[in-house]
């Protein structure tokens, strides 16, 4: 029985040593993690507060992902292309374009990225199931078989994509629905707010939500709401041709994706409130403020304002609130949350002191960015037909922007703005397409200005 021991030992210790550092070496492998680190900057417009003033502070959060991160190596994608193979797709050779620039994307994803091909007219239509793009030559056939004809089945093409996206995502993937539409929505789900909010589901359970608008039929409010309800990127094709340039430059955001379902989290101290963030949606936690702001690609930087108010009774020292970032790594999903910031002002009697203390780097970008919000706003009057009602916003505008710190970013925002007001006012001259154009560059700039930037 000893020797019958004494062999067994020796047999099995071999096994359980191997098992042992074969345990040590997984522990010490890098996770299969590409979060990074974003860097928070959060100055107010101002430091001090003038004593018994009423006026809310504007405060400036810019976020930064560092550029860097990734070299040969990226996270894998899981994309869903979802494209609108519609009658009005014939026109201008907008299917042929569009069928290069998915052949373009398929030439660009790696063996290990998994890709699915959706359509929508009449009838929605898989031409290749979620699947990793291993064997080129049938995504290329599929997309060389697709041919424009029928209506616009938009809320069913999303749905579809988002099912095949969904097969993979949290299995180490970066998962996005790209969504493509060159005209509105006449068949399943029409209304824009139930279709905004369905691609902010399908971002809060892990598959972001991109869009493109090709011409001028499509609705830009309800693509650009979606993608940012969807955590993702609004692209404008104007011109049939740019939707090759778009896809690349969409493949580049997604494939570096380094934070995913990104917050700022805004908890105001007592006595101070949370007013409004111009251009953003905002929604109330346990009395914490949550601004979401999408997915970040190495490099972004994303700017908001946010505007405080704040008791000023007693003069001195006052603190208004933290500010902290919560985000998901865009591969695992495990959520992040970045170390605090705090916002603290002095309220002070002397209108002098307070008026040398302006940050004028933060009054042109809050100059900027509300104008952008406020230029939303008139273009929506001049949809309505509320031309007057366009103007008068579009002179609020005018005054602001004079009395903002001058550079040359204010007055290119002022010749703009001030386009824009003649344009309004010869638009009766105007061909309907024409209109639409202006509407749309108009709108689209806004977007990028308030989302990108």
């Not at 609705?219 to 690349?248: N, Q, T, V, W």
Request: aromatic share 8%.
């Amino acid at each position: 029985m000893k020797t019958k021991s004494v062999s067994f030992f020796h047999d099995v210790l071999p096994f359980f040593t191997f098992a042992f550092f074969l345990s040590l070496m997984v522990l010490c492998l890098p996770s299969n993690s590409f979060a990074a680190d974003l860097d928070m900057d959060v100055r107010p417009e101002n430091p001090t507060v003038l004593k018994n003033s009423d006026a809310a502070n504007a405060i400036q959060i810019r976020i930064v992902a560092p550029d860097g991160i990734f070299s040969d190596d990226r996270p894998p994608l899981n994309l869903a292309l979802v494209l609108d193979k519609s009658g009005s797709m014939a026109d201008e050779g907008k299917i042929r374009y569009v069928l290069r620039a998915a052949h373009m994307l398929v030439n660009r994803l790696s063996p290990d990225d998994i890709l699915s091909i959706v359509t929508y007219d009449n009838r929605v239509r898989v031409p290749i199931s979620a699947r990793k793009v291993k064997n080129r030559k049938k995504f290329h056939q599929a997309i060389d078989g697709l041919y424009p004809g029928g209506r616009t089945y938009l809320s069913g093409g999303l749905e579809e994509g988002f099912r095949q996206a969904r097969k993979n995502r949290g299995k180490g993937y970066v998962s996005r629905v790209i969504l493509l539409s060159d005209g509105l929505a006449n068949l399943g789900v029409l209304n824009p707010r139930r279709l905004s909010e369905r691609a902010s589901a399908m971002y809060e359970s892990g598959v972001s939500v991109s869009t493109f608008g090709m011409g001028l039929e499509f609705d830009e409010d309800l693509l650009g709401s979606m993608a940012y309800g969807g955590g993702g990127k609004y692209h404008y094709i104007s011109s049939p041709g740019d939707i090759l340039a778009a896809l690349d430059r969409e493949f580049n955001m997604v494939s570096r994706t380094v934070a995913s379902g990104v917050q700022i989290i805004i908890r105001p101290s007592p006595g101070c409130r949370f007013e409004s963030a111009p251009g953003h949606r905002w929604h109330m936690e346990r009395g914490a403020t949550v601004i979401g702001i999408g997915d970040i690609s190495a490099g972004e930087t994303r700017t908001l304002l946010a505007r405080m108010s704040v008791p000023t009774h007693d003069p001195g020292s006052l603190d208004v609130a933290t500010v902290e970032v919560l985000f998901r790594d865009p591969v695992t999903g495990k959520e992040h949350r970045q170390d605090q910031s705090f916002i603290a002002l002095k309220v002070v009697d002397d209108p002098r002191e307070h008026f040398e203390n302006f940050d004028k780097e933060v009054q042109r970008k809050k100059a900027v960015m509300e104008s952008s919000a406020m230029m939303n706003e008139a273009a929506g009057k001049v949809d309505s037909g509320d031309k007057a009602g366009a103007l008068s916003i579009i002179r609020q505008v005018l005054g602001s922007l004079k009395s903002a710190p001058r550079d040359e970013v204010v007055l290119q925002e002022m010749e703009r703005v001030q386009d824009y007001s003649d344009q309004i006012e010869e638009m009766d001259n105007m061909a309907p397409a024409e209109v639409e154009e202006i509407q749309k560059e108009m709108k689209y700039y806004n977007y990028q200005e308030l989302n990108e930037r």
